[in-house]
């Protein structure tokens, strides 16, 4: 199967199960790495960083990127209109008989089923970001103890990303501020 039909395939499945925003396709990108040798999951948490700073859809951003690292702007292409093509579809559909069945009690509980998923997949998506940016379960595996389990500074900058997003005053803060000044940090502290 060429490169171009597969790259296809895999974001138009992607497309089509990762409900509930960008980050739900984590789970999938993950897979792909584990499948295929287009890219590892060590560069996922900088697919991540690229994504969520370039304007656009994470999910459609990360189609894009992982694309053109398989196969250049004709990959790219492909796996973002694969990627993109579910939803167009489905929206259509959606806005043609969404009046009629609103107040279905079908849609209603399959809408209440599909928030819990949705959940799930992005808190699988956390997880793996944070196990791949905050964690170093190889070092671990070398050598066990509690200094090799975590890369220190990305836990204090994490811990102290955290923290600030939750203060009130920080908080309205527009997310670009933090994203640059992790980068700032990341550059001074060659993170």
Known sequence: MSIYLLLFWE?????????????????????????????????????IAISESTPGPIGINMATYAGFNVAGVLGSIIATLAEIIPSIIII???????????????????????????????ATAAVQVLETSVFTFDAFKAAPGIT????????????????????????????VFFLAGAAVVGIVFQM
């Open 11 to 47: 974001f138009l499945k992607t497309g089509l199960f990762a409900i509930g925003g960008g980050l739900a396709t984590l789970p999938f990108l993950y897979d792909i790495a584990a499948r295929y040798d287009w890219f590892d999951a060590a560069i996922l948490p900088d697919m």
């Open 92 to 122: 259509l559909i959606i806005a043609k008989f969404l009046d009629k069945f609103k107040g279905n009690t079908i849609v209603q509980n399959a809408f209440y089923g599909l928030r819990p998923a949705v959940c799930a997949l992005i």
């Open 148 to 175: 090799t389990l975590f890369d220190l500074k990305a836990l204090i900058l994490f811990v102290v990303v955290l923290v600030l997003t939750h203060l009130p005053k920080v908080k309205k803060l527009h997310p």
